[in-house]
């Protein structure tokens, strides 16, 4: 049974950083196309980073989080990671990690075939 587990939500001020963690089990993904999305109450959910399974990776980022996010992954660990510095009151969403069974970067939530139960980060002074 594939299971994908994030750690590392939390509630913090504007400015801060926070790291999330999606520890992956059941499968191995170092081959394929993994993403952060997230989603705010009453929206729709949208992708805020992506990489694919190739070396080297190809990445997206969402606009509003360019230059303040980073998606990274340790294959030895099956696990996917999100930094995220300079965080704002509208980075405020539950976070999802998902993940393909194929090897490129896909923007559509229809593409994942494996997610997280999300976790909750809230920035807020």
Same mark, same amino acid.
């Given at each position: ?49 992506? @990489? ?31 930094? @995220? ?15 393909? %069974? ?5 923007? %559509? ?17």
């Amino acid at each position: 049974q594939v299971q994908l587990v994030e750690f590392g939500g939390g509630l913090v001020q504007p400015g801060d950083s926070l790291r999330l963690s999606c520890t992956a089990s059941g499968r191995d993904f170092s081959a394929s196309g993994m993403a952060w999305w997230r989603q705010e109450a009453g929206a729709e959910r949208e992708v805020v980073a992506a @990489m694919s399974g190739s070396e080297p990776p190809a990445i997206y980022y969402t606009d509003s989080v360019k230059g303040r996010f980073t998606i990274s992954k340790d294959n030895t660990r099956n696990s996917l990671y999100l930094q @995220m510095n300079s965080l704002k009151p509208e980075d405020t969403a539950v976070y999802y990690c998902a993940a393909r %069974r194929l090897e490129g970067v896909a923007l %559509r939530r229809g593409a994942y075939d494996y997610w997280g139960q999300g976790t909750q980060v809230t920035v807020s002074s």
